[in-house]
Each structure stands twice: as C-alpha cells, then as structure tokens.
C-alpha cells in the first residue's frame, strides 16, 4: 500500500509518500510544491492541482492524507490553505484515491508519542522512524511524511 501525505498549503505544499513494508514503512519520495507569490491565487491553485495529480500518476497511492486544517486568527491565510485543501481533494478524487484526513494532535501523538511535539521534534522521529540519513526539510516535507506515517499506523 502507498500513502502519500499532504500538508496544504498555498504558498507551499509539503508531501510525503510512504509504502506501507512488512515491517517498516518505505519513504519512496518527498518535499515541497512551491508557488510563486507573484501569481495570482488561481495560478498557484492550478499549479498544486497539476503538481498534486502528476504526483498521484507517478504513485498510484491507495491513500491521500491530509492534515484537516487549523483554524488560527489569521481569516485569510485559512482561506487560501482551505482552498488549497479544495484542489488537492479534487485531484484524489479524479483519481478514485481514498482519502483520510488528521488532526494535527492526532498526527503529532502518533508519530512522536506527544500531541504537543514540534516541528522539530517531528523532523527527527521522521528521520529515525524512516531509516533516513538527514533530517527531512523543509518542515514542510517533514510534516507530509509524518500525516502518511499516522494514516500507516491507524490503519494496522
């Protein structure tokens, strides 16, 4: 089974795509999808839309996870990562994925042992759960493997 994590966002999109192993689980791939802020909102919409769909080519996953969204004081960046969270859910759908969505506590509790980790804290039980060299960067990245990792675990 392959998972791929998504943390929304419009500005950036972190990823992560995990295979489900024997034993452990597989990073295959991760990192960013980078919209430029010198585009308007729509640009960069369609541009997480067709990167987040080429990426569900390539894998084939049987899961697209996301992050379900934070709603901080900040009305207008909910906004634009809510409608970020709109294509990515519509690229999974055109492409018959299931679809799983997670709390940031649910996801922090189930990769760290504490809802209350942060990101850095996240980094590095990212890198020593995943087997990998170096930290995974940008946070972002970090964040997409660790909501694939959660789904992997929920569903043992």
């Not at 999109?13 to 991760?30: D, M, N, Q, S, T």
């Not at 694939?148 to 675990?153: G, Q, T």
């Amino acid at each position: 089974m392959i998972v791929i994590g998504i943390d929304p966002g419009l500005a950036r999109v972190g990823y992560g795509v995990l295979r489900k192993g024997e034993r452990f689980p597989a990073p295959l791939a991760f990192g960013c999808i980078e919209t430029g802020g010198d585009r308007s909102p729509p640009e960069r919409l369609l541009e997480i839309h067709e990167r987040v769909s080429a990426l569900l080519d390539e894998y084939d996953p049987a899961w697209v996870v996301l992050e379900k969204l934070f709603f901080s004081r900040n009305v207008t960046s909910a906004m634009h990562v809510s409608e970020a969270r709109g294509v990515i859910l519509l690229a999974a759908e055109q492409h018959g994925v299931g679809i799983a969505e997670y709390t940031p506590n649910q996801i922090k509790q189930a990769v760290t042992g504490s809802g209350r980790a942060d990101k850095h804290q996240v980094q590095e039980m990212m890198r020593r759960l995943l087997r990998l060299d170096e930290i995974p960067r940008p946070d972002d990245a970090a964040d997409g493997l660790a909501i694939a990792l959660c789904h992997i675990n929920m569903v043992r």
